[in-house]
């Protein structure tokens, strides 16, 4: 389906941006054989490809997304290059670019990098959300609850909390994590592997701790999806507060935008 | 190990900066009375007393036990647990000799200072204290919680906790917390995505092939009551008269086999050439009667003798379809210059 001879790329590691593998997977390796090419090879790549070509590529790229997105898991490079990009690889830039802008004007999504130096993706919203309830009346997942629930109590703690803290305050709410929940099931798994792996929050390990504890943060898809203006709105409804007056966590929410909060662009 | 107030001078000095004491201060150093008053005797047998020395690792263990335990209560800022805690650990640095001794003590200050830091977090500035467990009350009053009354509690709560929450509690949370979010919604197909479904499992054949056998005798009889009585038993009698005429052709000759078409085929009447069909394939199918192909791959039929078959067939049952058409038929005549019927036709047949 392409025209041209060979891939430049396949084989070249020296760029290789891995850090020392002792923990090398498959997808690294692939990764890692894997270089971003540059603007000359992609110019060359693209005088070989007919529109067509190219936009066929775009369209698969854009529906991997689409579906892998259901689970909300991000994706990885590596995957991408591996089952959809393929011979392509060497425009790699340019398809990713002409996606992003499908996303854009047909769906209304934002393609993120969360995660530059492991390059993940993941698709956010674009769209402002209508003040007050949203005008489609489809049930809402209950994990965004409890979701928020945890995002909430981190952020109004600083941006870390010991996970005991978390237990505690979700079984003041009838949420008990050594016990299945009628609507969450398992909820430990919920929340420090499902929604980790969706990168919602980060579980990680105190050092010295005996017996071992975890703390939580935020993971790198909330600090682009979820809003802490918003989130410090909500608590201030609840605790019939201004929300100013949580002063250092509003001027947190309200900081110049930098690249991690909603509402901005941030193509890296 | 030196702390902000008190602290051995015996030790070489190892101020981070700390404050502590003024250094010409001789007289409120508590270690300084206490090593100056003692003299080179009694340091001794404080230094080898094993009583002593337990009594001090107890003291550190107990500290460290009560950081510990009471972790939650020592966090809180109304009191100064943390404090105290400290300045016990101070009075009994002082009699600390062996390594023992202190590296329980730096064990206990490992302890602290994870404390202390995390004090230090939750105060995080003025102003900006947030309590979670208040968070979690008013978020279950928004929920919808049901608060009953009175204190004690009826079926659906754990312990001691009042009132209970309506089924689409954290569904209420989800839908405010929604707009907090800009998660892009789940792409999914209309239409859902095409399922193939296998094709249905072969058991059910194998099934039906068994169970006839059993069933056959019933299944006649049944569909007889269903039917007039004079059709029923017509059939039945058919069959059993045509089994008889199979018979005695056999006998007649057993080792010449009678072809199929000549057995079946009037050449008077199609329309009972067809029954003569139908009445015989009775007779296969109870397995009285079977089918084979001669050496010129020619139909022909014989009864099975009595004994050679077991009821529920061991011997691997065929399905074929006989169609016949009335030029087959005449063309069946020709061939097989059939001139008369092997199977007389029954007085009280209609044609």
């Known amino acids: ?49 007919t529109t067509a070509q190219v936009d066929q590529k775009t369209a698969e790229v854009v529906q991997y997304f689409l579906v892998k997105d259901q689970k909300k898991i991000p994706v990885r490079r590596a995957d991408l290059v591996k089952h959809v990009v393929k011979d392509y690889r060497n425009i790699y830039p340019e398809i990713i670019k002409r996606a992003a802008r499908v996303f854009d004007q047909v769906f209304g999504l934002k393609l993120v990098e969360i995660d530059a130096k492991n390059h993940m993706y993941i698709l956010i919203n674009k769209l402002e959300k209508v003040d007050g309830a949203s005008p489609i009346k489809s049930p809402a997942n209950p994990k965004m609850g409890l979701l928020f629930v945890i995002l909430g109590v981190i952020f109004m703690k600083g941006g870390v909390v010991r996970e005991n803290l978390i237990w505690n305050t979700l079984k003041k709410l009838r949420v008990d994590s050594g016990e299945k929940h009628e609507e969450f099931g398992d909820v430990k798994k919920v929340i420090t592997d499902e929604f980790v792996r969706q990168r919602y929050l980060e579980y990680v390990r105190i050092p010295h701790t005996e017996p071992i504890e975890h703390e939580f943060r935020w993971g790198q898809r909330a600090d682009m999806e979820v809003s802490k203006a918003k989130i410090l709105e909500f608590m ?14 509003y001027k947190e929410a309200h900081s110049v935008p930098s690249s991690t909060q909603p509402g901005t662009s941030s193509q890296r | 190990m030196k702390r902000t107030r008190g602290g051995g001078d015996e030790e070489a000095p190892r101020q981070n900066g700390s404050v502590g004491r003024k250094k010409g201060d001789p007289q409120q150093s508590e270690a300084d009375d206490g090593g100056s008053t003692l003299g080179p005797a009694d340091l001794q047998d404080d230094d080898n007393d094993p009583g002593l020395r337990r009594e001090i690792r107890s003291k550190y263990r107990d500290l460290i036990n009560s950081v510990q335990q009471n972790r939650e209560d020592m966090l809180s800022p109304s009191n100064n647990k943390l404090t105290e805690v400290l300045e016990e650990a101070n009075k009994l640095f002082k009699d600390v000799r062996q390594a023992r001794e202190a590296a329980l003590d730096a ?100 099934r039906q092939r068994k169970a006839p056998s059993k069933e056959a005798a019933r299944i006649m009889p049944t569909q007889l009551k269903k039917m007039e009585g ?114 007389q036709p029954q007085n009280t047949q209609t044609e």
């Open chain 2, 107 to 206: 064990q206990l200050l490992v302890v602290a200072t994870d404390l202390g830091k995390e004090k230090a977090s939750q105060l995080f500035a003025e102003g900006t204290a947030f309590d979670h467990i208040a968070f979690a009350e008013r978020l279950l009053s928004f929920m919808g919680l049901n608060r009953l009354e009175d204190g004690e509690d009826d079926q659906q709560n754990r312990g001691g906790i009042d009132g209970y929450l309506p089924k689409d509690a954290w569904h209420r949370v989800a839908r405010r917390a929604e707009s907090c979010f800009m998660t892009a919604p789940a792409f999914h197909y209309m239409m859902g995505s095409f399922h193939a479904e296998p094709p249905p499992p072969k058991q059910k054949i194998e």
């Open chain 2, 230 to 343: 004079s059709h029923q038993e017509a059939t039945e009698k058919e069959v059993e008269r045509i089994l008889g005429y199979l018979k005695s052709y056999y006998q007649d000759d057993p080792t010449s086999p009678i072809s199929y078409y000549e057995f079946v085929i009037d050449p008077n009447s199609f329309s009972r050439t067809v029954e003569n069909i139908f009445h015989t394939s009775f007779l296969i199918r109870d397995g009285l009667a079977r089918m084979y192909l001669d050496d010129d791959k020619l139909p022909c039929i014989a009864p099975v003798e009595e004994g050679e078959v077991e009821a529920g067939g061991s011997w691997s049952r065929k399905q074929c379809i006989i169609s016949i058409s009335p030029k087959i038929w005449r063309e069946l005549i020709d061939a097989f210059d059939i001139r008369d019927t092997l199977i």
């Open chain 1, 236 to 249: 201030g409804e609840l605790h019939e507060q201004d929300p100013q007056s949580w002063t250092q966590q």
């Open chain 1, 1 to 49: 389906m392409t025209q041209r001879k060979d891939c430049p790329n396949s084989h070249s590691s020296s760029q290789s941006k891995r850090q020392s593998g002792n923990l090398v997977s498959q997808e690294e390796d692939d990764d890692s054989t894997f270089t971003q090419p540059s603007t000359l090879q992609v110019q060359r790549g693209l005088e070989k490809l």
